[in-house]
């Protein structure tokens, strides 16, 4: 178990330690600057350039795990940074700008975390061909200076929807998604799957918060946990969420109800915002996203910039299950139950549906 987690029990420590100083995330625009000097060698470049999605930093999930790639690579190659907050129903204009001011500033390579950026990187790329550009959960951009970082995000779904149906007492459980959009419908089948194969009878309730991403879907805690306490009533035990940072809503509810919740991205029993929560959070799907952007500007660094499509999966260590709770850990048949379910993915006995 110890050797599974290693890369991203990682990139979740470090996310965890810079949490703490995350605060009102998503609300405004807003840059930072974090230090390091310039390497030497085939690198050029003032650093990593972090453009946030919808949340923002201090998420506990997505975007934090970007960021701890930001960090670790940052420290590692003592490179410089600037990471740049969205703000609040923004245009595709907001974003070009934002990546513009970047690239005129140097940073290479400049990555937008998040499929929203695909139009502006497209855009910005295109007038920047000596930087490298990275887009994640979107593989629409095809250019030579432009890597689509994507997952195999139903893989570890379907890890969480094992793990869920062999942990539940009322064989009831429960997805709630962010945004109704095709990236997420990709958790919930992974899930659904998952969970039938233990049990094909299975009750899964499933619960999307917005139909867009404008409406809050994936930045509304407030609305992570009324979706959880409705499913919670309906009778699920464990609940499931993909859902950014309205995830904290869900994990909220799932704690103060004494049932389980299952995070997302990160490993978010390590996450220090979720701490009074933790003990009721049986595991994580986890997207590697901090290992992606570290990848990139290390390919960057060390002058072979990658490009293309790059996705993340079970075979690769780009997603996974988190298994840093000791309850967890102590369920051994639930342990066997998702050990499993990765080999048979990893050796092509299980095709993960994607709807």
């Known amino acids: 178990m110890n050797s599974r987690r290693t890369r991203f029990s990682q990139a979740a420590v470090t996310a965890a330690v810079i949490a703490l100083a995350a605060a009102g995330c998503g609300s405004s625009s807003s840059s930072s600057s974090s230090g390091g000097e310039k390497s030497s060698g085939a690198y050029s470049g003032n650093g990593i350039g972090l453009a946030y999605d919808i949340g923002g930093k201090g998420d506990q999930s997505f975007n934090d795990a970007a960021f701890a790639g930001f960090q670790k690579a940052q420290k590692e190659f003592k490179i410089g940074g600037r990471d740049v907050e969205p703000s609040d129903n923004e245009s595709n204009a907001d974003k070009v700008q934002r990546l513009e001011q970047l690239a005129k500033a140097g940073y290479n390579p400049i990555i937008g975390v998040g499929f929203v950026y695909a139009p502006a990187v497209k855009e910005v790329a295109a007038k920047y061909p000596k930087i490298t550009f990275g887009i994640i959960d979107d593989d629409t951009v095809q250019a ?190 639930v342990v066997a139950a998702v050990d499993k379910a990765k080999q048979d993915i990893i050796n092509g006995k299980v095709t993960v549906n994607t709807k």
Not at 201 to 219: D, H, P, R, V, W
Not at 264 to 285: F, P
Request: aromatic fraction near 8%; avoid cysteine; glycine fraction near 12%.
């Open 144 to 333: 030579k200076n432009v890597a689509d970082l994507v997952f195999h995000e139903e893989q570890s779904s379907y890890l969480a929807g094992v793990a869920a149906a062999k942990a539940t007492k009322r064989n009831h459980i429960g997805f709630i998604g962010g945004v109704d959009i095709p990236l997420i419908h990709k958790f919930e089948a992974g899930f659904v799957q998952g969970a039938k194969s233990v049990n094909p009878n299975i009750k899964i309730e499933s619960q999307y918060l917005t139909q867009t991403a404008q409406e809050g879907g994936f930045s509304s805690p407030d609305k992570g946990e009324a979706a959880a306490n409705g499913q919670i009533d309906a009778g699920a035990d464990v609940v499931y969420h993909a859902a950014g940072l309205s995830g904290q809503g869900v994990i909220k509810a799932a704690a103060q109800h004494k049932v389980w919740a299952i995070g997302v991205d990160s490993d978010q029993y390590q996450q220090s915002a979720l701490a009074a929560y933790k003990d009721w959070i049986l595991g994580s799907a986890l997207k590697n996203v901090g290992g992606a952007v570290y990848d990139l500007a290390k390919s960057v660094h060390e002058g072979k910039p990658l490009s293309g499509t790059v996705r993340g999966s079970l075979a690769n260590d780009g997603v996974g299950f988190a298994d840093s709770n000791p309850k967890y850990q102590a369920m051994k048949d």
